[in-house]
């Protein structure tokens, strides 16, 4: 681009309409001595600091790295895991599952007796609500194994999605 055009789209420039082209200025030096002589001494601080803290940790002093080493935790770990489990396994926990629901006249369920159906307000097949003391958190089927009832449980609910049901 020649120096006219640049001069004309540029006017903050070094050089004006009227002045002729010269090198670009060179920028005076700048008292760095003051600046690098404070970097290198605190970097040679900083050096001897980090050196003296290896020293005291008991590395060498010629810089090479230290090796340092941590006791073995994983069996202790595992032992303190087994005992936690330890504490809670006498904790009694209220499982309730619950089949459906219906509304009955206190009168209604005084004519009940052995053999009597009451209709609930889910069909067969449905998934049944499993509760932990009084709090659901899980879904599951019922099935038949042996001659008893036994319960799959086929979904374990979210804590936050079973609290926005509510």
Known sequence: ????QESAQNPTGPETA???????????????TQPSDQADKLAESALASAQAAISALGGEEDGSPTS???PDLTAAASSAASRGMDLLSD??????????????LVEDVLR?????????????GDPVDIYVNQRLVARG??????DNFCIRVNDILD?????QDK
């Open 112 to 124: 009940l007796a052995e053999g009597a159906v009451v209709e609930l307000d889910k069909l067969a």
């Open 91 to 104: 904790v009694n926990v209220d499982v309730t599952i619950e089949l459906g629901r219906t509304h009955m």
């Open 141 to 146: 089927e019922v099935l038949v194994l042996n």
């Open 159 to 163: 804590a936050d999605l079973v609290e």
């Open 1 to 4: 681009m020649p120096d006219d």
């Open 68 to 70: 340092v080493s941590f």
């Open 18 to 32: 009227g002045d002729q082209p010269s090198a670009d200025p060179v920028p005076e030096p700048a008292d760095e």
